[in-house]
């Protein structure tokens, strides 16, 4: 996801990938079950971002997915050091006064609508005692997200080091980590289905899910629908989310169906009905086989890509987490967390990270203690 400034949306040109990985496996292998995780400022700003993902392209035998936002190489050495350290980096006048007017008094209306009211959690629930530190991406990519940018080991000792500054920022929640896979990717071309989207072959989700279970970490598996729908595309991910490791995301910003605009062109969008039905989907597959509680990721960064986000609704065997997902200087992403995730409660909360996205600009990438400042604290964190 991400952000930028003006009412500009740019249209990403998508190739559509090698035939030999353009379909998901016809059967899930049998080991599937068992081995697999000053807020109003301008009216320009709302609603103003920029497409993330969408472009596949074939070339040279490889596959590689560009998000045409991230063209930094990577954080100089000093945005690097002042994101690591420990110590809270120099903001700007406006990102101060941002973070201040989310935990002054002026908010404590929006302050009076969390935690949200339910009943206690049931055993195994991982929220709220604990807190979710991923890494997204797809590793047919480097330019995608971390999970895929660096080499396996390398990416998961990268992991290891964001885990242990959050557990070092809160000792009160136990950090657990997680990979966060794009396993369905909205397209820029119909493909042969004529739905603009792609989905991975079961056997990367298995890969993916072992590499999870060396870290002890859960899987995430986010799906961009394209022109298809949650409904039609969930389910073949059924085996591997009767695992009690791994999870459910959905991404409002591919969903073309009732735009009917191809991936990239527009942010899509979701309806509470939608999101309501892979709750369902996940509660059944929770209670059948006696899981601990599902989670379902929801991205969203702005008002439109979850309309009636206020009938979405949970079940003790389903924790819904809506995820701050865009990125921009840390004004815009906390105002952006206020507007469409603080202001419009469901359950918990998520904040993305983006090591380059959000640092293209000079801005030191925002610190676990200054994500915390936060009311409420994002129990969910993503880094892209």
């Not at 609603?47 to 993902?53: C, G, L, R, T």
């Not at 998000?67 to 100089?76: S, Y």
């Amino acid at each position: 996801m991400s952000m930028f400034h003006g009412s500009r949306l740019v249209a990403l040109a998508c190739l559509v990938m090698l035939t030999a990985l353009s379909c998901a496996d016809k059967n899930v292998p049998a080991s599937a079950t068992t081995q697999m995780g000053a807020r109003k400022d301008s009216a320009a700003k709302r609603d103003s971002v920029m497409p993330k993902v969408a472009t596949i392209a074939a070339s040279g035998g490889q596959v590689n997915v560009r998000p045409q936002a991230d063209a930094a190489a990577g954080m100089g050495a000093a945005k690097h050091a002042a994101a690591t350290s420990g110590e809270l980096p120099k903001r700007t006048h406006r990102d101060s006064v941002a973070l201040a007017s989310m935990t002054s008094k002026k908010d404590s209306v929006n302050d009076a609508k969390w935690p949200v009211k339910m009943p206690a959690p049931l055993p195994g629930a991982l929220f709220p005692e604990k807190r979710v530190v991923a890494f997204y991406g797809n590793p047919l990519s480097k330019k995608m997200g971390v999970l895929g940018e660096y080499p396996k080991e390398e990416m998961l000792s990268k992991l290891d080091h964001e885990v242990a500054r959050w557990a070092q920022a809160d000792p009160s929640h136990p950090v657990q980590p997680a990979l966060h896979f794009i396993v369905t990717v909205a397209q820029g071309t119909p493909g042969k289905a004529g739905l603009f989207r792609l989905q991975m072959r079961d056997s990367m989700v298995n890969e993916l899910y072992s590499w999870a279970r060396a870290k002890h970490a859960l899987l995430f598996l986010d799906v961009q629908v394209g022109k298809s729908t949650v409904q039609a595309e969930v389910p073949r991910l059924r085996p591997f989310l009767e695992n009690p490791d791994v999870h459910l995301a959905i991404d409002p910003e591919f969903a073309m169906a009732t735009s009917g605009a191809i991936p990239g062109t527009k942010i899509g969008t979701l309806d509470a009905k939608d999101v309501n039905w892979a709750v369902g989907f996940l509660d059944e597959i929770a209670r059948t086989k006696s899981l601990p509680p599902k989670v379902l990721i929801v991205h969203r960064f702005t008002r439109k890509m979850v309309t009636n986000a206020r009938e979405i609704r949970y079940t003790p065997h389903v924790q819904v987490v809506m995820d701050m997902d865009g990125w921009g200087p840390p004004w815009l992403k906390f105002d952006s967390y206020h507007d469409y995730v603080k202001s419009d409660p469901v359950q918990f909360t998520g904040f993305k990270l983006f090591f380059h996205n959000d640092t293209k600009k000079g801005d030191p990438l925002l610190t676990p203690a200054e994500v915390l400042r936060l009311n409420p604290r994002p129990l969910y964190i993503q880094y892209q």
